[in-house]
């Protein structure tokens, strides 16, 4: 690259070839001394001569001043010629040794080293350009002569005799001339491609931020969620250790107590061993006497000690029950702390505000559902809107929120949010059709689903297929999201933008040229309002 540049530096602007014994102008501009001699001897008549470089302009015929430094440094340049070597392009009249050509003749058709350029006759008839091999491709393939015209009619290089014959009548440039203006067409759409590569950059940017934003998002909330239940089975196991402690504990205590009986009742059994033996002793005896003498025996089947000895077994023996009792409400209060834990907030109504409605809108009692009805009649307010719609009583300014609608009862539908400042007549009062709403939307001939925000409609897959849909909102994210419950729930679309006033739901019931009666679209529940886990 350098030595291209150094190249161009020592072409002499009026032969465009490398200087031959360079002179210097008292303007500092450097020629060949013969180019310039040339050119001073045409302007003798003038009165004035003028530097062909910058216009300066002298009354008396310039001295011309030989530059040395100048012609040191192109001696040292053709010397070495690399760039010309690696171009492989040769002199045609040096034969007995391969010379690099210096420049190309298109009329010649041949290439010329230094020596031989400067001999080269010098008229314009002989146009030079850089070394180069396809010289055929620059002249006319029919009349062999220089390519000198641009036909805009044909688009095609044409020579003198071309602009005479079949292109006589055409509108026909100069080639430097038409070069130039396809030139500046190529730079108007170098422009253009640059400002959507920068465009498609930021978008990359963009994107890249927010998939960087949303890794952020999963791994604090993936961090929470490990942190729960980290903290869950902590919980656990302190549980179930306290439950097997106690019940150990607990098995001690009946243990010994049902052994200490024991002891007790061997004691009893000896006790009784003994006294059947001298009762059988008694019973053995002939003399009636000492059978009759001896003390009444009735105390020794005591059934009262024996009852008492049984409760006492049967009480040691009983568990605590209510330790597992205890136990579930335990888990009980985790569970609970869990939901408290995801949900800080139980579903509130949303109710459709019936000022709103279109005249052929049809809120039911509940203000959950609105239908399409003939002529309701409802008094004409600035708050109503004139198409078939309407808007919910509630706006969300912060937070995050979703509700549900069922679409099941309608062919074609709008669902979405709008700010309240939105039109309620003409066109742009539908909501996606001006840049306040925002809605997921079914119709057309194919019930083709798509999304519409400032009347910019972005078409979804043909594959989807659901009769409830969800609205989910991130104020302070400003993002607005649209799902289709089915198996499993599917994202359709998120929009993101600069939210400056609270959203209501909005609701379209039907297409805007044909929807059959009684089609109607109910909202789901309420609304939850959605945190983070803590």
């Known amino acids: 690259m350098a030595s291209a540049d150094l190249r161009q530096e020592l072409d002499c602007s009026i032969c465009l070839s490398i200087y031959t014994d360079p002179v210097t102008l008292r303007c500092g501009h450097n020629f060949c001394r013969g180019c310039i001699d040339r050119v001073l001897d ?10 062909p470089d910058c216009r300066a302009e002298c009354q008396e015929r310039p001295a011309l001043i030989r530059n040395i430094p100048l012609c040191n440094i192109v001696g040292r340049f053709l010397s070495t010629r690399p760039d010309q070597e690696e171009t492989g392009i040769f002199c ?38 850089d070394p180069t091999t396809a010289l055929g491709n620059r002249k006319c393939s029919v009349h062999k002569k220089i390519l000198e015209y641009y036909c805009t009619e044909d688009t095609a290089c044409i020579c003198v005799y071309c602009s005479a014959g079949e292109h006589r009548g055409h509108l026909v440039e100069m080639l430097d001339e038409a070069s130039e203006k396809k030139k500046e067409k190529l730079r108007n ?3 253009k491609l640059t400002i959507k590569r920068e465009e498609t950059e930021k978008r990359v940017q963009s994107l890249q931020e927010r998939r960087r934003e949303d890794q952020g998002k999963a791994a604090d909330v993936t961090e929470t969620v490990t942190a729960l239940f980290r903290d869950i089975r902590r919980q656990l196991e302190d549980l179930e250790k306290r439950v097997l402690s106690e019940i150990s504990r607990q098995e001690q205590r009946v243990s010994l107590s049902v052994s200490y009986l024991i002891q007790q009742l061997e004691i009893k059994k000896d ?62 209060g985790i569970i609970t702390g869990i939901n408290t834990g995801i949900y800080v907030q139980e579903p509130t109504d949303l109710l459709l505000d019936v000022t709103t409605a ?41 937070g995050r929120h979703y509700w549900e609608v069922d679409v ?58 659901c009769d409830r849909v969800r609205v989910y909102l991130d104020y302070e994210a400003g993002q607005l999201s649209f799902y289709a419950l089915c198996d499993p729930i599917r994202h359709l679309h998120t929009y993101t933008a600069a939210l400056t006033e609270p ?32």
């Open 42 to 51: 045409t302007q003798e008549g003038a009165g004035v001569y003028t530097c």
């Open 92 to 129: 045609t009249y040096c034969i007995h040794s391969p010379v690099p050509a210096a420049k190309s003749c298109l009329m010649c058709e041949a290439s010329l080293c230094d020596k031989h350029l400067r001999v080269h006759s010098k008229s314009a008839e002989h146009v030079l350009c």
């Open 189 to 191: 759409v170098l422009q």
């Open 271 to 332: 006790e009784l061993s003994g006294k059947m033996r001298h009762i059988e002793e008694l019973c053995n005896m002939s003399d009636p006497v000492t059978v009759l003498q001896e003390p009444d025996t009735g105390d020794l089947c005591d059934t009262e000690d024996t009852e008492r000895h049984d409760n006492q077994v049967r009480g040691a023996g009983d568990l605590d029950v209510g330790l597992i009792s205890g136990t579930l409400h335990t888990l009980s």
């Open 358 to 398: 279109g005249n052929t809108i049809q809120i039911s009692g509940d203000r959950k559902t609105a239908s399409r009805s003939p002529d309701q009649n409802h008094p004409v307010t600035p708050e109503r809107f004139q198409c078939n719609q309407v808007i919910s009583t509630r706006g969300f300014s912060s």
């Open 408 to 465: 099941s009862k309608s062919v074609g539908w709008r669902v979405g949010m709008c700010y309240p400042s939105i039109d309620r007549r003409g066109d742009q009062s539908d909501i996606g059709e001006n840049n306040k709403s925002w809605c997921l939307c079914r119709g057309g001939y194919n019930n083709q689903y798509s999304v519409t925000h400032d009347s910019r409609e972005i078409r979804l897959p043909d594959n989807i297929r």
């Open 503 to 534: 959203l209501h739901a909005a609701l379209r019931v039907g297409n805007r040229f044909f929807d059959p009666r009684g089609s109607s679209i109910t909202i789901c529940g309420g609304v939850r309002s959605w945190e983070k886990l803590p």
